[in-house]
């Protein structure tokens, strides 16, 4: 390809194939899910799956994609949101977009995979944050690839606390407490 938007065929394929994993997922989680469970849901060949995708995980991974239009969309529409924090709020709308595929995969194998791929991917717009707001020196003194990382780890805590406990609180609630607790805006604690 050269780099540009792929043509139709190839997006109506591979979510085919992305709509076929997240329904087995669902069905039976993602460990028991085969390959050919896959092409036999999506109504794929092989050879097909194989052009798109190195393997099961790498489909998994590619749901991502979702995400990155995510943002962008929230972004187009003027969302809400300015500095290192802003992120939160259409990551939150997407785990709540998702939810049903987030906790089945919470605490499993595929879980894992998600949680490593949606901390890097944010470790990146962190760290792309930083650079676009010339933020280059550390704050106080703390270097800024420690404070990217405890801006991301807080945020996949709160995350994962949050669809664990079904969704409490609407995603906007969740991305204003956790800016909140991040700028320090617990109060006094006992």
Known sequence: MDGSKPDRRVRRTRRALQDALIALILEKGYEAVTVQDILDRADVGRSTFYAHFLDKEAL???QFENLQADFEQHWAQGG????LLAFSLPMFLHAQRYQRVYR????KHSGQLIHQHLESY???HVQRQFEQENVGKPVGDIPRDLLAHHIVSSFMSLLIWWLEHGLPHPAERMAD???RLMRGGVGDLP
């Open 80 to 83: 809400h949101g300015v500095g």
């Open 177 to 179: 407490l956790y800016q």
């Open 104 to 107: 089945a995969v919470v605490g």
């Open 60 to 62: 998994l991974t590619s």
């Open 122 to 124: 944010l470790m990146a």
